[in-house]
């Protein structure tokens, strides 16, 4: 086709000047990396499309890396520079990898590409159930911009690109059997004036609404379930002070997967809590019941200590209150077991409530903090708060592996298996459940004390997801 071999002829003559260019526009660059730095956790295993120089591949430190580009020369220069990787000089819309990545970058490449639909028909094939897609894309918007920036000398100038709209690149990925986990948009000062370019790219940028002139749109997707399967299950239950509840959760939660466990963290109580349990897991020693005093204090160190003890494939959280009904756990299985998500979260919020279960300043604060996150995340999330929470025990040691970027900073465990699923681009779903009045013992939370250590968490938090 006449305008790929243009194409073609384009980059391999701009291969020389390439470096050149990419200083003089260092700035953008240094950005561009810095994000996908944060959306691609080192030591992945990373395949670049269109990868040029090799410049972007390198910069998200990969265990295993792999360019391709139809440019030999552009592909030459990579080799010399970075030998660790693999670049191999074949099209983007038809190459043949017989491997699994567990991200595909696709950085300024979508305006370039003859039929995007078709490349995406390729990624797929690279793609294992857990693979993410990294999409980044200039903003319409910029055009003008752009086309100036090349008449002033400030940027090489380019071929006739394609634009396509967020909503365009996310229609030819549900065609080719892809879903959006979320989407970005970064990168609104691409030049570096001090003060100024902190002011744009790291707070104005990340705004609602003013985010839409940003120059850099992203999106992040992955490949749409096929197979379902059977897992066996580790239900965690942090207890401290619920004597009795204990035996009624043993008998309130039903029989799926594969097979169960049910891990009791035990919390230091004054009522006898864990002797209670030891009882239990003699009276019904039928089911695969674990007992163990915890070794710290909070209910985040409990999961942690819980989830560090267990052995099954899916790993879930059930509250010894028992406000959220053990009998909703099948519905975070299938979610699960479904592939519909790779992160379940209970939701308290849509059905009605029992009266005394959820206080009027605890619902407005969880409200708060719903639209607050779903802000950070990029992710619709309606209840931080609610106990229950699923996931692969894979994605937790993901996470668990990544918490050096957040630090052990959450006393409660909601929020560092919350912010580090969305830091893994985890797809996040929730499940409604129906919240119930505790029947045993009085609440652990103190709204004021544990609202603003919340208040504290999220603003941490903000920092490390959001404006960094």
Same mark, same amino acid.
């Given at each position: 086709m006449k305008k790929k071999e243009e194409l073609i002829n384009y980059f391999n003559d701009f291969a020389s000047e390439r470096e050149k260019w990419n200083k003089k526009n260092y700035f953008y660059h240094k950005l561009l990396n810095r994000y996908y730095s944060f959306l691609i956790p080192e030591g992945s295993r990373v395949l670049e499309l269109g990868c040029g120089t090799g410049d972007l591949l390198n910069s998200v430190k990969p265990e295993y890396g792999v360019g391709i580009d139809f440019s030999e020369s552009m592909l030459r220069i990579a080799e010399k520079k970075y030998p660790q990787y693999k670049f191999i000089a074949v099209d983007a819309e038809d190459f043949d990898l017989d491997e699994k990545f567990d991200y595909v970058i696709l950085s300024d490449l979508i305006g370039f590409l003859y039929?995007?639909?078709?490349?995406?028909?390729?990624?797929?094939?690279?793609?294992?159930?857990?693979?993410?897609?990294?999409?980044?894309?200039?903003?319409?918007?910029?055009?003008?911009?752009?086309?100036?920036?090349?008449?002033?000398?400030l940027k090489h100038r380019q071929p006739e690109e394609?634009?396509?709209?967020?909503? &365009?690149?996310? @229609?030819?990925?549900? =065609?080719?059997?892809?879903?959006?986990?979320? *989407?970005?948009?970064?990168?609104?000062? $691409?030049?570096?004036?001090?003060l100024l370019n902190f002011l744009f790219n790291n707070i104005i940028s990340n705004l609602p609404v003013l985010n839409h002139l940003c120059l850099s749109n992203f999106i992040v997707a992955r490949k749409q379930p096929e197979e379902k399967r059977e897992y066996s299950v580790s239900i965690l239950i942090p207890a401290r002070n619920e004597k009795g509840n204990i035996e009624n959760a043993i008998l309130r939660i039903p029989e799926f997967g594969k097979s169960q466990?049910?891990?009791?963290?035990?919390?230091?109580?004054?009522?006898?809590?864990?002797?209670?349990?030891?009882?239990?897991?003699?009276?019904?020693?039928?089911?695969?019941?674990?007992?163990?005093?915890?070794?710290?204090?909070?209910?985040?160190?409990?999961?942690?200590?819980?989830? &560090?003890?267990? @052995?099954?494939?899916? =790993?879930?959280?059930?509250?010894?209150?028992? *406000?959220?009904?053990?009998?909703?756990? $099948?519905?975070?299985?299938?979610?699960?077991?479904?592939?519909?998500?790779?992160?379940?979260?209970?939701?308290?919020?849509?059905?009605?409530?029992?009266?005394?279960?959820?206080?009027?300043?605890?619902?407005?604060?969880?409200?708060?903090?719903?639209?607050?996150?779903?802000?950070?995340?990029?992710?619709?999330?309606?209840?931080?708060?609610?106990?229950?929470?699923?996931?692969?025990?894979?994605?937790?040691?993901?996470?668990?592996s990544n918490r050096k970027y957040f630090g052990e900073f959450d006393p409660f465990g909601d929020f560092d298996?919350?912010?580090?699923?969305?830091?893994?681009?985890?797809?996040?779903?929730?499940?409604?459940?129906?919240?119930?009045?505790?029947?045993?013992?009085s609440t652990q939370i103190s709204r004021f004390r544990h609202g603003w250590l919340l208040i504290r968490m999220s603003f941490f938090a903000a920092k490390k997801i959001k404006f960094f």
């Amino acid at each position: 086709m006449k305008k790929k071999e243009e194409l073609i002829n384009y980059f391999n003559d701009f291969a020389s000047e390439r470096e050149k260019w990419n200083k003089k526009n260092y700035f953008y660059h240094k950005l561009l990396n810095r994000y996908y730095s944060f959306l691609i956790p080192e030591g992945s295993r990373v395949l670049e499309l269109g990868c040029g120089t090799g410049d972007l591949l390198n910069s998200v430190k990969p265990e295993y890396g792999v360019g391709i580009d139809f440019s030999e020369s552009m592909l030459r220069i990579a080799e010399k520079k970075y030998p660790q990787y693999k670049f191999i000089a074949v099209d983007a819309e038809d190459f043949d990898l017989d491997e699994k990545f567990d991200y595909v970058i696709l950085s300024d490449l979508i305006g370039f590409l003859y039929d995007v639909q078709t490349a995406f028909k390729y990624i797929r094939k690279v793609c294992h159930e857990n693979t993410k897609v990294i999409i980044s894309s200039y903003n319409y918007l910029w055009e003008p911009f752009l086309k100036f920036a090349e008449f002033l000398g400030l940027k090489h100038r380019q071929p006739e690109e394609n634009w396509f709209s967020m909503k &365009d690149i996310k @229609g030819l990925l549900d =065609l080719e059997g892809f879903e959006t986990v979320k *989407t970005d948009r970064k990168i609104m000062m $691409p030049i570096n004036i001090p003060l100024l370019n902190f002011l744009f790219n790291n707070i104005i940028s990340n705004l609602p609404v003013l985010n839409h002139l940003c120059l850099s749109n992203f999106i992040v997707a992955r490949k749409q379930p096929e197979e379902k399967r059977e897992y066996s299950v580790s239900i965690l239950i942090p207890a401290r002070n619920e004597k009795g509840n204990i035996e009624n959760a043993i008998l309130r939660i039903p029989e799926f997967g594969k097979s169960q466990e049910i891990i009791f963290i035990e919390g230091n109580s004054c009522d006898g809590t864990f002797d209670e349990i030891l009882r239990i897991k003699g009276k019904y020693d039928e089911k695969n019941i674990i007992a163990e005093r915890q070794t710290g204090s909070g209910k985040g160190n409990a999961v942690r200590e819980g989830f &560090d003890k267990a @052995g099954g494939e899916v =790993l879930m959280i059930l509250d010894a209150d028992l *406000t959220t009904p053990p009998e909703d756990l $099948p519905k975070f299985y299938e979610a699960i077991k479904n592939n519909r998500g790779e992160f379940v979260n209970g939701c308290r919020l849509v059905y009605p409530m029992e009266k005394q279960a959820m206080r009027f300043l605890n619902l407005l604060a969880n409200k708060f903090f719903g639209l607050f996150f779903t802000f950070l995340l990029g992710q619709k999330v309606k209840d931080t708060l609610c106990g229950t929470k699923v996931l692969l025990k894979s994605n937790y040691e993901k996470i668990k592996s990544n918490r050096k970027y957040f630090g052990e900073f959450d006393p409660f465990g909601d929020f560092d298996l919350l912010f580090g699923a969305a830091k893994l681009n985890l797809k996040i779903i929730e499940v409604p459940v129906r919240y119930r009045d505790r029947e045993y013992g009085s609440t652990q939370i103190s709204r004021f004390r544990h609202g603003w250590l919340l208040i504290r968490m999220s603003f941490f938090a903000a920092k490390k997801i959001k404006f960094f």
